[in-house]
């Protein structure tokens, strides 16, 4: 019954058009595009892999809305399987296509752009843990609302916000001083704070295990709150 649950909210997750090019097909895309990640670009491959991630792993976590939409949360309940069985399975159910995405991105970055086993080690253990965090703030902010238009129209505009001032697509550097830190409240920002530090000094600095916990007790936050909301 375990696997069952893992495989259809896996299935479920990946079955939305856009989820699918979000969480399998444009991460792939996005590292075969040299100058987004040699510095020829503005626009960084960092900051638009925090982006894809973000907005894949809201996608995905919109299972659980659709099962609560549709009753079958409650026929589910009604088998010998407990509430925190069926959150764990769907959890990692929808943190596993874009855990394999940042696996093939890591390797592929390496054979491509000659980056260093510590650089390539670093970007997977960042991109997994902010994946974990997304996931977690997306399964969150579902549990807010009986509504699946309601929770996507409100969390997109959030997306948007956050990506802004988390420095993936436009450098905090042209914020006035006092925004620069608003994106702080968002696990993006101490992704991109992790990604940047690797990235220039080639090894990992304070800034990144400053960002990897800043993410993981975010992720901590998240789940404590969504596993004590009424999920039916």
Same mark, same amino acid.
């Given at each position: 019954?375990?696997?069952?649950?893992?495989?259809?909210?896996?299935?479920?997750?990946?079955?939305?058009?856009?989820?699918?090019?979000?969480?399998?097909?444009?991460?792939?895309?996005?590292?075969?595009?040299?100058?987004?990640?040699?510095?020829?670009?503005?626009?960084?491959?960092?900051?638009?892999?925090?982006?894809?991630?973000?907005?894949?792993?809201?996608?995905?976590?919109?299972?659980?809305?659709?099962?609560?939409?549709?009753?079958?949360?409650?026929?589910?309940?009604?088998?010998?399987?407990?509430?925190?069985?069926?959150?764990?399975?769907?959890?990692?159910?929808?943190?596993?296509?874009?855990?394999?995405?940042?696996?093939?991105?890591?390797?592929?970055?390496?054979?491509?752009?000659?980056?260093?086993?510590?650089?390539?080690?670093?970007?997977?253990?960042?991109?997994?843990?902010?994946?974990?965090?997304?996931?977690?703030?997306?399964?969150?902010?579902?549990?807010?609302?009986?509504?699946?238009?309601?929770?996507?129209?409100?969390?997109?505009?959030?997306? /948007? $916000? @956050?990506?802004?001032?988390?420095?993936? %697509?436009?450098?905090?550097?042209? !914020?006035?001083? =006092?925004?620069?830190?608003? +994106?702080?409240?968002?696990?993006?920002?101490?992704?991109?704070?992790?990604?940047?530090?690797?990235?220039?000094?080639? /090894? $990992? @600095?304070?800034?990144?295990?400053?960002? %990897?916990?800043?993410?993981?007790? !975010?992720?901590? =936050?998240?789940?404590?709150? +969504?596993?004590?909301?009424?999920?039916?």
């Amino acid at each position: 019954m375990t696997m069952t649950i893992f495989r259809f909210a896996l299935l479920k997750g990946l079955r939305h058009p856009m989820s699918l090019i979000l969480n399998c097909l444009a991460p792939i895309a996005l590292i075969l595009i040299r100058p987004l990640w040699t510095g020829e670009e503005m626009l960084s491959g960092f900051g638009l892999l925090i982006f894809l991630i973000w907005g894949g792993a809201f996608l995905m976590s919109q299972g659980t809305l659709n099962d609560r939409e549709s009753g079958a949360i409650t026929r589910i309940m009604a088998a010998p399987v407990s509430m925190r069985t069926y959150l764990t399975q769907n959890l990692l159910a929808y943190m596993v296509p874009l855990t394999v995405q940042v696996t093939l991105i890591s390797v592929l970055g390496a054979i491509l752009y000659d980056w260093s086993l510590t650089l390539a080690l670093g970007l997977f253990l960042c991109y997994t843990i902010f994946t974990i965090a997304s996931v977690t703030l997306s399964f969150a902010w579902n549990c807010l609302f009986k509504s699946k238009s309601s929770s996507f129209s409100s969390y997109s505009a959030i997306i /948007t $916000f @956050g990506v802004a001032l988390s420095g993936a %697509l436009i450098p905090l550097e042209i !914020f006035p001083a =006092a925004m620069q830190y608003v +994106g702080a409240i968002f696990p993006a920002y101490w992704g991109m704070r992790a990604i940047n530090s690797l990235v220039e000094l080639g /090894t $990992f @600095g304070a800034d990144y295990w400053i960002g %990897l916990a800043a993410m993981g007790m !975010f992720s901590i =936050a998240f789940l404590l709150y +969504g596993g004590k909301r009424r999920m039916i």
